[in-house]
């Protein structure tokens, strides 16, 4: 009965193998029944405590890792803006070509263009440019009149301008802006009237520029939103124009000569929201949205320690009956 | 009767008194009913979870809307400033979207107005207007508490797809997608949407990403980016 009581029990051991060596525990010889029980025990308790924390932890970071992902790179592209004006007065009618730095064929051709003529923006890849200038219908292989590079800045807008008089005509690149202080309208002013050397433009209640010279360019201005009389005095003439500057847009104003008089060209160079809405937008109630169950893994893990703990109290029941035997 | 210290080891295994034997088979017992009691309770656990929680509602396929036809109204000159009319409707054949376009502002909070009903889309009053220079906003939502929503599709978007505004005077504005993002409400891309562009553009959004029942707001934003083409 002794010498079955060692077999039994040996072979309940070789059952019970994979419950101790998943416990940790030495094969029995060394350590006592009791010890494994508890170590058996103790796993299974661990498991189920360890279950909801984990499970909870995994869901919440695979909800981040989502929500990380969806945080994607910002709405700006490679591209820039650009846009040709020719602001010269006594000069003729050019034709303007713009070129990617180092490719011959021209990407825009505006033809005949003429004095106080602007183009609208171009969104452009950053990069370098060549804005060259040709007589109104001079060949396009010929020798340009004028050239210049522009550096395009991926999310930045360029005005190239012819500007000058004919005989110092030169191509001034402008940078423009895309932000306004919140609340205001940004303005600068050029100055393309070669009949009022200096001009004064006063609007808002403001003095934007004062003794502005032939060919010269202010920075840009922030004024309070509204329609003001912008008022352009040279020394023998003026020009008054109502010009409504809304809040969160860009404009440039152009003094330029209409025969006999002055005038302003009022180009929006830029416009957002006049009001910045606070954060995002509440467009959805969840109707299609999909609700999260419970997650099944607690209770997994609750089935699964169920089991061994089953299965070690078989085998205890088994031994305690063989031992009895 | 309890466990005898461990201390007394080693013993001799065919010496073990009597009495330890009853003390395991009675610990056996209590051992398997407690395994057994947490099978019964993982497996209910189980079937209780697997009927909780709800799968989205499948996207599916747009209604058929025709490419609408009109005269596109001339893409304005930088000095027009707001010479365009209002916008009066959406079409985006795309996503089978064609709706009137209310009015949205700002709600007391300060944050953007959204249509009252889930089934038209709204135009931010604040922003520009569709085809004049600068990015007009237009929001629309994607579900209601039920069922979809006018923009449910809108995350379906891709660069290249057309959409289209029709305004007030019969004139119509043509956007060609460029993008499309979604952005965690807490990381609104403010700028980006509302502030100053020098282009006729357009931005159309709506919830997107997870819904979090306990506040009844989804966490993300898809926005989609377009620009005027005629």
């Known amino acids: ?325 | 009767m309890p466990w005898r210290p461990r201390r007394r080891l080693p013993r001799p295994v065919s010496r073990r008194p009597v009495s330890r034997r009853s003390v395991s088979r009675r610990s056996a017992v209590a051992v398997l009913a407690c395994g057994l009691l947490a099978i019964a309770t993982g497996a209910c656990g189980l079937i209780i979870a697997r009927h909780t929680g709800r799968a989205a509602v499948p996207v599916g396929r747009p209604t058929l809307i025709p490419v609408p036809r009109g005269d596109a109204a001339p893409v304005p000159r930088p000095s027009d400033g707001e010479a365009v009319a209002r916008p009066a409707s959406l079409i985006i054949p795309a996503i089978g979207v064609r709706t009137s376009l209310v009015r949205l502002g700002l709600t007391s909070s300060g944050a953007l107005q959204v249509p009252a009903s889930t089934a038209v889309a709204g135009w931010y009053t604040f922003s520009p207007r569709p085809g004049a220079i600068g990015s007009s906003v237009i929001a629309g939502h994607i579900d209601s508490l039920t069922g979809p929503g006018i923009f449910f599709r809108l995350r379906l978007m891709r660069p290249g797809e057309r959409v289209y505004v029709r305004r007030t005077d019969g004139s119509l504005a043509v956007f060609r997608v460029t993008a499309r993002h979604m952005y965690l409400k807490a990381d609104f891309p403010t700028m980006a949407v509302y502030g100053p562009v020098p282009t006729p553009q357009l931005r159309l959004i709506t919830c997107g990403g997870t819904f979090d029942p306990a506040t009844g707001h989804y966490l993300s934003n898809v926005i989609v980016f377009a620009t005027l083409i005629r």
């Open chain 1, 1 to 325: 009965m002794r010498r079955r009581t060692r077999i039994a029990r040996r072979a309940s051991a070789a059952r019970t193998g994979w419950i101790t060596r998943l416990a940790g525990v030495p094969r029995p010889g060394g350590v006592a029944r009791p010890a494994r029980l508890a170590a058996v025990l103790g796993l299974a308790l661990g498991l189920i405590g360890l279950a909801a924390p984990a499970a909870s932890a995994a869901a919440s970071a695979s909800a981040a890792g989502s929500a990380a992902g969806s945080a994607a790179a910002p709405a700006g592209t490679h591209l820039g803006w650009l846009r040709l004006a020719h602001l010269s007065p006594n000069t003729p009618a050019v034709d303007v070509y713009l070129y990617s730095f180092g490719d011959p064929s021209a990407m825009i051709v505006l033809k005949h263009v003429t004095y106080g003529t602007v183009s609208g923006y171009q969104a452009v890849p950053s990069g370098e440019y060549t804005v060259a200038m040709r007589g109104a219908g001079a060949p396009a292989g010929s020798k340009p009149v004028l050239s210049t590079t522009v550096n395009v800045v991926a999310g930045k807008a360029y005005t190239v301008a012819g500007m000058g008089p004919a005989s110092g005509l030169r191509l001034q690149i402008l940078k423009d802006a895309l932000v306004t202080p919140p609340g205001k309208a940004l303005v600068r002013i050029i100055q393309a009237s070669l009949q009022e050397h200096k001009v004064t433009v006063t609007a808002a209640g403001k003095t934007l520029a004062r003794g502005l010279p032939f060919a010269a360019v202010t920075a840009y201005q922030a004024v309070s939103p509204g329609t003001w009389n912008v008022h352009v005095a040279g020394p023998t003439e003026s020009a008054d124009q109502r010009i409504a500057l809304a809040a969160g847009t860009i404009h440039t104003l152009v003094v330029l000569d209409d025969p006999g008089r002055l005038t302003i060209d009022n180009l929006m160079d830029a416009a957002g929201s006049r009001l910045l809405p606070a954060g995002a937008a509440a467009t959805g109630l969840g109707g299609t949205a999909a609700v999260p169950g419970s997650s099944p893994l607690p209770w997994l893990v609750t089935l699964a320690a169920g089991l061994l703990v089953s299965c070690a109290g078989v085998t205890l029941l088994r031994r305690s009956r063989a031992g009895r035997a």
